[in-house]
Protein backbone atom coordinates (compact mmCIF):
# COMPACT_ATOMS: atom_id res chain seq x y z
CA UNK A 1 0.00 0.00 0.00
CA UNK A 2 3.16 2.34 0.91
CA UNK A 3 5.07 0.86 -1.88
CA UNK A 4 5.74 4.44 -3.44
CA UNK A 5 7.08 6.21 -0.05
CA UNK A 6 10.20 4.96 0.05
CA UNK A 7 13.01 6.23 2.46
CA UNK A 8 15.39 7.46 -0.31
CA UNK A 9 13.07 10.27 -1.24
CA UNK A 10 11.30 13.05 0.42
CA UNK A 11 7.59 12.83 1.32
CA UNK A 12 5.41 16.12 1.65
CA UNK A 13 2.69 15.92 4.41
CA UNK A 14 -0.18 18.65 4.17
CA UNK A 15 -1.36 18.28 8.32
CA UNK A 16 -4.71 20.26 8.38
CA UNK A 17 -6.39 21.13 11.72
CA UNK A 18 -9.65 22.66 12.68
CA UNK A 19 -9.82 23.34 16.29
CA UNK A 20 -12.34 23.88 18.68
CA UNK A 21 -12.55 26.94 17.96
CA UNK A 22 -14.09 26.07 14.60
CA UNK A 23 -13.89 29.15 12.70
CA UNK A 24 -11.46 27.69 9.77
CA UNK A 25 -8.69 25.54 8.49
CA UNK A 26 -4.77 25.71 9.27
CA UNK A 27 -2.64 23.75 6.57
CA UNK A 28 0.94 23.40 6.98
CA UNK A 29 3.15 21.29 3.98
CA UNK A 30 5.91 19.50 5.77
CA UNK A 31 8.72 18.17 3.90
CA UNK A 32 10.45 14.86 5.36
CA UNK A 33 13.43 13.89 4.06
CA UNK A 34 15.15 10.95 3.73
CA UNK A 35 17.46 10.83 7.34
CA UNK A 36 14.19 12.12 9.59
CA UNK A 37 14.80 15.37 9.40
CA UNK A 38 12.11 18.32 8.51
CA UNK A 39 11.13 21.68 6.93
CA UNK A 40 8.15 23.24 6.72
CA UNK A 41 7.27 24.36 3.44
CA UNK A 42 4.40 26.52 3.93
CA UNK A 43 1.43 27.41 6.30
CA UNK A 44 -1.82 28.78 4.77
CA UNK A 45 -5.07 28.71 6.54
CA UNK A 46 -8.66 28.81 5.13
CA UNK A 47 -11.12 30.85 6.80
CA UNK A 48 -14.75 29.80 7.02
CA UNK A 49 -17.60 32.15 5.93
CA UNK A 50 -20.28 33.42 8.83
CA UNK A 51 -22.51 30.66 7.16
CA UNK A 52 -19.74 27.89 7.70
CA UNK A 53 -18.90 29.30 11.19
CA UNK A 54 -22.30 29.04 12.23
CA UNK A 55 -23.10 25.57 10.96
CA UNK A 56 -19.64 24.36 12.81
CA UNK A 57 -20.51 25.83 15.87
CA UNK A 58 -24.47 24.29 15.80
CA UNK A 59 -22.89 21.04 15.17
CA UNK A 60 -19.95 21.37 17.95
CA UNK A 61 -22.67 22.26 20.61
CA UNK A 62 -25.66 19.70 19.44
CA UNK A 63 -25.79 17.41 16.69
CA UNK A 64 -28.97 14.21 16.29
CA UNK A 65 -27.64 11.45 14.04
CA UNK A 66 -28.77 12.75 10.82
CA UNK A 67 -26.91 15.82 11.58
CA UNK A 68 -23.58 13.79 12.60
CA UNK A 69 -23.67 11.90 9.17
CA UNK A 70 -24.11 14.69 6.90
CA UNK A 71 -21.32 16.42 8.79
CA UNK A 72 -18.93 14.52 8.34
CA UNK A 73 -19.02 14.69 4.82
CA UNK A 74 -19.79 18.44 4.92
CA UNK A 75 -16.58 19.24 7.07
CA UNK A 76 -14.29 16.85 4.27
CA UNK A 77 -16.28 19.13 1.33
CA UNK A 78 -14.84 22.44 3.55
CA UNK A 79 -11.40 20.47 3.82
CA UNK A 80 -12.03 20.23 -0.02
CA UNK A 81 -12.19 23.84 -0.49
CA UNK A 82 -9.37 24.26 1.94
CA UNK A 83 -6.82 22.34 -0.31
CA UNK A 84 -7.93 23.47 -3.43
CA UNK A 85 -7.43 27.17 -2.26
CA UNK A 86 -4.32 25.86 -0.50
CA UNK A 87 -3.02 24.03 -4.02
CA UNK A 88 -3.09 27.09 -6.07
CA UNK A 89 -0.25 27.87 -7.49
CA UNK A 90 1.88 25.31 -6.01
CA UNK A 91 3.85 23.48 -8.40
CA UNK A 92 2.56 19.52 -7.19
CA UNK A 93 0.51 17.76 -4.68
CA UNK A 94 1.65 16.74 -1.59
CA UNK A 95 2.54 12.53 -0.82
CA UNK A 96 -0.51 12.70 1.68
CA UNK A 97 -2.66 14.41 3.81
CA UNK A 98 -3.25 14.26 7.72
CA UNK A 99 -6.34 15.41 8.88
CA UNK A 100 -7.48 16.23 12.55
CA UNK A 101 -10.95 16.59 11.94
CA UNK A 102 -13.72 18.53 14.01
CA UNK A 103 -14.41 17.60 17.27
CA UNK A 104 -17.74 17.32 18.29
CA UNK A 105 -17.18 15.13 21.43
CA UNK A 106 -14.69 13.72 23.55
CA UNK A 107 -15.47 11.07 26.46
CA UNK A 108 -12.38 9.76 28.11
CA UNK A 109 -13.75 9.28 31.19
CA UNK A 110 -15.58 5.26 31.29
CA UNK A 111 -19.30 5.41 31.14
CA UNK A 112 -21.11 2.39 32.04
CA UNK A 113 -23.56 0.94 29.12
CA UNK A 114 -25.61 -2.59 30.27
CA UNK A 115 -22.46 -3.30 32.52
CA UNK A 116 -19.78 -2.11 29.85
CA UNK A 117 -17.58 0.69 30.47
CA UNK A 118 -17.24 2.50 27.39
CA UNK A 119 -15.00 5.68 26.33
CA UNK A 120 -14.72 7.07 22.66
CA UNK A 121 -13.93 10.50 20.37
CA UNK A 122 -15.79 12.00 17.56
CA UNK A 123 -14.13 13.94 15.15
CA UNK A 124 -16.04 14.74 12.21
CA UNK A 125 -14.24 13.87 8.72
CA UNK A 126 -15.11 11.52 5.81
CA UNK A 127 -11.59 10.59 4.98
CA UNK A 128 -12.41 8.35 1.95
CA UNK A 129 -14.68 11.71 0.60
CA UNK A 130 -11.38 13.95 0.82
CA UNK A 131 -9.21 11.79 -0.77
CA UNK A 132 -11.36 11.56 -3.31
CA UNK A 133 -12.11 15.40 -4.05
CA UNK A 134 -8.30 15.51 -3.54
CA UNK A 135 -6.94 12.92 -5.39
CA UNK A 136 -4.50 12.86 -2.96
CA UNK A 137 -4.37 9.72 0.28
CA UNK A 138 -5.55 10.58 3.40
CA UNK A 139 -5.06 9.38 6.99
CA UNK A 140 -6.95 11.00 9.52
CA UNK A 141 -8.84 9.65 12.74
CA UNK A 142 -5.80 9.61 14.93
CA UNK A 143 -7.26 9.59 18.40
CA UNK A 144 -9.19 6.21 18.03
CA UNK A 145 -6.30 3.75 18.27
CA UNK A 146 -4.76 5.64 21.69
CA UNK A 147 -8.27 5.00 23.33
CA UNK A 148 -8.93 1.41 22.17
CA UNK A 149 -5.51 0.69 24.15
CA UNK A 150 -7.09 2.54 27.36
CA UNK A 151 -5.83 5.63 26.71
CA UNK A 152 -7.87 9.64 26.83
CA UNK A 153 -6.85 10.19 22.81
CA UNK A 154 -5.80 13.29 23.96
CA UNK A 155 -3.12 14.98 24.10
CA UNK A 156 -1.48 13.85 20.57
CA UNK A 157 0.42 16.69 20.06
CA UNK A 158 3.52 15.32 22.59
CA UNK A 159 5.30 13.19 20.05
CA UNK A 160 5.20 15.93 17.82
CA UNK A 161 6.24 18.32 20.13
CA UNK A 162 9.28 16.74 21.14
CA UNK A 163 10.19 16.27 17.45
CA UNK A 164 9.66 19.80 17.25
CA UNK A 165 11.17 21.19 20.22
CA UNK A 166 13.16 18.54 22.20
CA UNK A 167 16.65 19.16 20.67
CA UNK A 168 19.30 22.46 20.68
CA UNK A 169 17.75 23.05 24.40
CA UNK A 170 19.37 23.20 27.39
CA UNK A 171 16.73 24.20 29.87
CA UNK A 172 13.95 22.44 30.42
CA UNK A 173 10.45 23.77 28.04
CA UNK A 174 6.75 23.54 28.30
CA UNK A 175 5.09 24.18 24.96
CA UNK A 176 1.35 25.83 25.22
CA UNK A 177 -1.16 25.57 22.49
CA UNK A 178 -4.36 28.30 23.35
CA UNK A 179 -6.79 27.14 21.00
CA UNK A 180 -10.52 26.90 22.06
CA UNK A 181 -9.31 24.20 24.58
CA UNK A 182 -5.77 24.93 26.09
CA UNK A 183 -2.92 22.00 26.86
CA UNK A 184 0.77 21.49 27.72
CA UNK A 185 4.04 19.38 26.88
CA UNK A 186 6.73 19.52 29.48
CA UNK A 187 10.07 18.40 28.02
CA UNK A 188 12.93 17.44 30.51
CA UNK A 189 16.71 17.86 28.80
CA UNK A 190 17.58 16.40 32.43
CA UNK A 191 18.49 12.90 31.42
CA UNK A 192 20.69 11.13 28.36
CA UNK A 193 18.28 12.41 25.77
CA UNK A 194 14.97 14.88 25.65
CA UNK A 195 12.08 13.29 26.93
CA UNK A 196 8.02 14.36 27.86
CA UNK A 197 7.67 14.48 31.53
CA UNK A 198 3.73 14.88 30.97
CA UNK A 199 1.41 16.07 29.03
CA UNK A 200 -2.82 17.19 28.97
CA UNK A 201 -4.97 19.81 28.73
CA UNK A 202 -5.07 22.50 31.00
CA UNK A 203 -8.44 23.21 30.33
CA UNK A 204 -10.18 26.08 28.67
CA UNK A 205 -7.92 28.45 26.16
CA UNK A 206 -10.55 30.78 24.49
CA UNK A 207 -13.29 28.80 24.37
CA UNK A 208 -15.21 30.25 27.46
CA UNK A 209 -14.21 34.23 25.57
CA UNK A 210 -14.94 33.39 22.18
CA UNK A 211 -18.67 32.23 23.56
CA UNK A 212 -19.51 35.51 25.12
CA UNK A 213 -18.24 37.08 22.64
CA UNK A 214 -20.40 35.63 20.04
CA UNK A 215 -23.31 35.50 22.42
CA UNK A 216 -23.05 38.94 23.30
CA UNK A 217 -23.03 40.02 19.44
CA UNK A 218 -19.68 41.45 19.73
CA UNK A 219 -18.01 39.55 17.36
CA UNK A 220 -16.13 36.17 16.84
CA UNK A 221 -13.53 36.92 19.72
CA UNK A 222 -11.85 39.72 21.35
CA UNK A 223 -8.85 40.80 19.18
CA UNK A 224 -5.75 41.24 20.93
CA UNK A 225 -7.62 40.86 24.40
CA UNK A 226 -8.40 44.34 24.13
CA UNK A 227 -12.06 43.99 25.77
CA UNK A 228 -10.38 42.12 28.67
CA UNK A 229 -7.68 44.67 28.86
CA UNK A 230 -10.43 47.16 29.74
CA UNK A 231 -12.05 45.86 32.51
CA UNK A 232 -11.37 44.57 35.83
CA UNK A 233 -11.72 40.91 36.91
CA UNK A 234 -14.64 39.46 39.22
CA UNK A 235 -12.40 38.13 42.36
CA UNK A 236 -15.65 35.73 42.96
CA UNK A 237 -16.24 34.46 40.24
CA UNK A 238 -12.22 33.89 39.14
CA UNK A 239 -12.43 31.81 42.30
CA UNK A 240 -15.20 29.60 42.42
CA UNK A 241 -14.51 28.94 38.73
CA UNK A 242 -10.69 27.80 39.17
CA UNK A 243 -12.20 25.49 41.99
CA UNK A 244 -13.62 23.34 39.84
CA UNK A 245 -12.45 19.50 40.14
CA UNK A 246 -11.22 19.43 36.26
CA UNK A 247 -7.93 21.53 37.43
CA UNK A 248 -7.37 19.66 40.70
CA UNK A 249 -6.65 16.20 39.11
CA UNK A 250 -3.59 14.67 38.12
CA UNK A 251 -2.88 13.74 34.87
CA UNK A 252 -3.02 11.91 32.24
CA UNK A 253 -6.07 13.96 31.93
CA UNK A 254 -7.86 15.61 28.84
CA UNK A 255 -11.53 17.74 28.21
CA UNK A 256 -13.25 19.73 25.61
CA UNK A 257 -16.70 21.78 24.78
CA UNK A 258 -18.58 18.83 26.78
CA UNK A 259 -17.44 20.10 30.04
CA UNK A 260 -16.19 23.93 29.59
CA UNK A 261 -19.02 25.31 27.56
CA UNK A 262 -22.03 27.40 27.09
CA UNK A 263 -23.69 25.79 29.81
CA UNK A 264 -20.31 26.95 32.17
CA UNK A 265 -20.71 30.37 30.95
CA UNK A 266 -24.17 31.61 31.97
CA UNK A 267 -23.49 30.17 35.17
CA UNK A 268 -21.07 32.64 35.40
CA UNK A 269 -22.83 35.00 33.76
CA UNK A 270 -25.58 34.54 36.11
CA UNK A 271 -23.70 35.03 39.33
CA UNK A 272 -22.43 38.73 37.88
CA UNK A 273 -26.01 39.92 36.40
CA UNK A 274 -24.45 43.43 36.94
CA UNK A 275 -20.88 43.08 35.41
CA UNK A 276 -19.97 44.85 32.32
CA UNK A 277 -18.64 43.05 29.29
CA UNK A 278 -15.29 44.22 29.97
CA UNK A 279 -15.44 42.59 33.62
CA UNK A 280 -16.65 39.64 32.14
CA UNK A 281 -13.84 39.42 29.52
CA UNK A 282 -10.71 40.00 31.87
CA UNK A 283 -12.61 37.15 34.23
CA UNK A 284 -12.33 34.79 31.51
CA UNK A 285 -9.16 35.92 30.15
CA UNK A 286 -7.69 34.60 33.55
CA UNK A 287 -9.04 31.91 34.45
CA UNK A 288 -7.81 30.62 30.83
CA UNK A 289 -4.49 32.26 32.37
CA UNK A 290 -4.24 31.14 36.01
CA UNK A 291 -5.50 27.49 35.14
CA UNK A 292 -2.37 27.52 32.66
CA UNK A 293 -0.40 28.91 34.55
CA UNK A 294 -1.03 26.99 37.90
CA UNK A 295 -0.71 23.59 35.81
CA UNK A 296 2.91 24.82 34.82
CA UNK A 297 3.46 25.31 38.39
CA UNK A 298 2.56 22.46 39.62
CA UNK A 299 5.32 20.96 37.76
CA UNK A 300 7.67 21.03 39.98
CA UNK A 301 9.77 17.64 40.18
CA UNK A 302 9.06 16.63 36.40
CA UNK A 303 10.73 19.96 35.08
CA UNK A 304 13.41 22.34 36.38
CA UNK A 305 12.88 25.88 36.90
CA UNK A 306 13.61 28.23 35.53
CA UNK A 307 11.84 26.72 32.32
CA UNK A 308 11.24 27.93 29.31
CA UNK A 309 7.52 28.66 28.12
CA UNK A 310 6.50 28.24 24.13
CA UNK A 311 2.91 29.26 23.51
CA UNK A 312 1.41 28.58 20.03
CA UNK A 313 -2.76 28.39 19.07
CA UNK A 314 -4.31 31.85 18.72
CA UNK A 315 -4.14 32.69 22.59
CA UNK A 316 -0.13 33.29 21.55
CA UNK A 317 -1.73 36.72 19.18
CA UNK A 318 -3.38 37.59 22.07
CA UNK A 319 -1.09 40.46 23.40
CA UNK A 320 -2.91 41.16 27.09
CA UNK A 321 -3.56 36.77 27.54
CA UNK A 322 0.58 36.81 27.24
CA UNK A 323 1.08 39.93 29.24
CA UNK A 324 -1.03 38.05 32.06
CA UNK A 325 0.58 35.24 31.45
CA UNK A 326 4.11 36.46 31.45
CA UNK A 327 3.47 38.42 34.61
CA UNK A 328 1.44 35.16 36.68
CA UNK A 329 5.08 33.39 35.62
CA UNK A 330 7.81 35.88 36.23
CA UNK A 331 11.06 34.77 37.66
CA UNK A 332 9.68 31.17 37.25
CA UNK A 333 9.55 30.77 33.68
CA UNK A 334 10.44 32.89 30.70
CA UNK A 335 7.18 33.34 28.31
CA UNK A 336 8.07 33.93 24.14
CA UNK A 337 6.33 32.17 21.61
CA UNK A 338 7.22 28.90 19.27
CA UNK A 339 7.98 31.63 16.65
CA UNK A 340 11.47 31.60 18.75
CA UNK A 341 12.21 27.97 17.05
CA UNK A 342 11.10 28.73 13.70
CA UNK A 343 7.54 27.49 14.13
CA UNK A 344 4.63 29.97 13.53
CA UNK A 345 2.06 30.20 16.40
CA UNK A 346 -0.81 29.23 13.85
CA UNK A 347 1.14 26.13 12.26
CA UNK A 348 1.93 24.18 15.73
CA UNK A 349 -1.02 21.85 15.29
CA UNK A 350 -1.25 21.57 11.69
CA UNK A 351 2.47 20.72 11.66
CA UNK A 352 2.24 18.48 14.31
CA UNK A 353 -0.38 16.39 12.25
CA UNK A 354 2.01 16.24 9.43
CA UNK A 355 4.38 14.39 11.62
CA UNK A 356 1.88 11.83 13.12
CA UNK A 357 0.84 11.34 9.76
CA UNK A 358 4.45 10.56 8.98
CA UNK A 359 4.58 8.16 11.88
CA UNK A 360 1.92 6.25 10.40
CA UNK A 361 3.51 6.02 7.33
CA UNK A 362 6.45 4.45 9.34
CA UNK A 363 4.76 2.28 11.48
CA UNK A 364 5.90 4.38 14.33
CA UNK A 365 3.98 4.67 17.53
CA UNK A 366 3.14 8.02 18.17
CA UNK A 367 1.04 8.09 21.66
CA UNK A 368 2.94 9.38 24.54
CA UNK A 369 1.24 7.02 27.22
CA UNK A 370 2.02 8.70 30.13
CA UNK A 371 0.22 11.41 28.02
CA UNK A 372 -2.83 9.84 27.14
CA UNK A 373 -2.15 6.65 29.70
CA UNK A 374 -2.67 4.13 27.17
CA UNK A 375 -1.55 0.68 28.26
CA UNK A 376 0.63 0.32 25.33
CA UNK A 377 1.90 1.81 22.43
CA UNK A 378 -0.45 2.72 19.24
CA UNK A 379 0.29 3.50 15.45
CA UNK A 380 -2.31 6.32 15.03
CA UNK A 381 -4.94 7.17 12.22
CA UNK A 382 -6.53 5.58 9.62
CA UNK A 383 -5.39 5.48 5.88
CA UNK A 384 -8.01 6.16 2.83
CA UNK A 385 -6.40 5.70 -0.06
CA UNK A 386 -6.39 8.76 -3.21
CA UNK A 387 -9.69 8.47 -5.68
CA UNK A 388 -9.09 7.45 -8.88
Same mark, same amino acid.
Given at each position: ????????????????????????????????????????????????????????????????????????????????????????? #??????????????????????????????????????????????????????????????????????????????????????????????????????????????????????????????????????????????????????????????????????????????????????????????????????????????????????????????????????????????????????????????????? #????????????????????????????????? #???????
Amino acid at each position: MFEKFTRERPVNILGMMSGTSGDGIDGCLVEFKPDGSSRLLWLKNFDYSDAQFSRIQGLMRGADAAAITLGASYVAELHALACKKFFEN #EPCLPDLIAVHGQTVWHQPTPVVWDEIALTGTLQLMNGALLAHRCRVPVICNFRAADMAAGGQGAPLVPFADLYLFGRETARDRVVVNIGGMANLTAISVAGKMPAVACAFDTGPGNVLMDAFMQSSGLGRFDADGCLAASGSSLKQQLDEFLADQYFKLPPPKSTGREYFNQTRLAGLIESAADAAPAEIMSTLLDITVDSIADAILRLEGMIRFPAEVLVAGGGARNSELMKRLSAKLLGRCDVSTTEKCGVPVMAR #EAMAFAILGYAFLRGIPANVQLATGAASPAVLG #EYHPAGL
